[in-house]
């Protein structure tokens, strides 16, 4: 008899992004964390800053990997949390999260499988440090967003076992097999919503943090074809972030915290976790300084043109 797994059960909240989940709450303030693999290590510099500069959230808003970094904030809403969510990114290497596997990589390229890597050393980080068993016992209410594959719709999960949402959410397309969670199957949210601003404002969101990992601000043109499909992708979710903060600045005080500069940094590399923990820091503390003090916020052209100094130094 075959083990059931905890993503055959339905979520129950599952909602489809025409047909939302929303709140009556006002005054609410919403985390909204994007995707973008090992770069996600600059959120958790960016979750630090908020903590102590004192912004709580009353909700947490995720995509892939930072739907993965919404979950342990969920749990452990505080500087502590975001110091020991610090440790376990340093302590995480390629093969926890892009495991190469000759023979899953051969089955993807002749068409035998729908992915190249699998996802059990994922599931497995995931199981390991997830500090609840299903996404209603978090401690801020937590709202993952997926994409049904079949559709391409984006689904916000925001009950169900925890683990199996966060995979979904996870799941690059041909990189990660799709996750099936009830009778659908599902891949990363960032296919359908990479900076889910519009459920944050869905769910009553009134002041909103975005946490972005950043953006090819190249100063160069790229000079691969690896490089070129990168920049051209990261351009098409720029834009769509501009014209959602556009379409509703003035339905919600919306803070887009300073993006990283991708040109030297891969999204698969996790070398660099410690200097983007520390960029994300200092820059959030900066953009967090000046709108405190009155002075308002970094203009948009010199917070977009911001670049990652790999020699870590004081706020």
Not at 73 to 92: F, N, Q, S
Not at 241 to 259: C, F, G, S, T, W
Request: aromatic fraction near 6%.
């Amino acid at each position: 008899m075959s083990r059931r797994r905890p993503e055959d059960e339905a979520h129950p909240a599952l909602a489809m992004s025409d047909s939302p989940a929303t709140s009556g709450a006002s005054g609410r303030c919403a985390f909204v964390l994007s995707g973008g693999g090992s770069l996600g290590a600059v959120q958790v510099g960016m979750l630090r800053a908020l903590f102590e500069m004192g912004a709580c959230p009353d909700l947490l808003i995720g995509t892939s990997v930072g739907a993965v970094n919404a979950a342990w904030v969920a749990g452990r809403p505080d500087p502590d949390g975001a110091v020991e969510l610090g440790e376990i990114w340093m302590g995480l290497r390629r093969h926890d999260v892009f495991p190469l596997s000759p023979i899953t990589g051969a089955r993807g390229l002749i068409g035998r499988s729908n992915h190249f890597i699998g996802n059990d050393s994922l599931r497995a980080v995931l199981e390991r440090h997830i500090p609840f068993k299903r996404l209603e016992e978090a401690t801020v209410p937590l709202h993952v967003v997926a994409t049904e594959l079949k559709s391409g719709r984006a689904a916000t999960l925001a009950s169900g076992p925890a683990v199996p949402a966060l995979l979904a959410s996870c799941a690059i397309p041909g990189v990660f097999p799709p996750v099936t969670i009830g009778r659908r199957e599902y891949v990363d949210g960032g296919v359908a919503n990479h900076t889910p601003i519009t459920v944050a404002i869905e769910l009553g969101a009134t002041k909103i943090y975005v946490l972005p990992v950043g953006y090819p601000w190249l100063n160069r043109e790229p000079t691969n074809a690896l490089g070129m499909a990168l920049h051209a992708l990261a351009r098409i979710v720029e834009q769509k972030l501009d014209a959602e903060v556009a379409a509703n600045r003035d339905v919600a005080d919306i803070h887009v915290l300073p993006a990283l500069d991708l040109a030297d940094v891969s999204p698969a590399d996790f070398s660099h976790t410690n200097e983007l923990i520390d960029w994300g820091y200092r820059a959030a503390r900066r953009y967090l300084g000046s709108a405190a003090n009155g002075r308002g916020v970094m203009p948009e052209k010199a917070r977009r043109t911001l670049r990652l100094d790999p020699s870590p130094r004081a706020a």
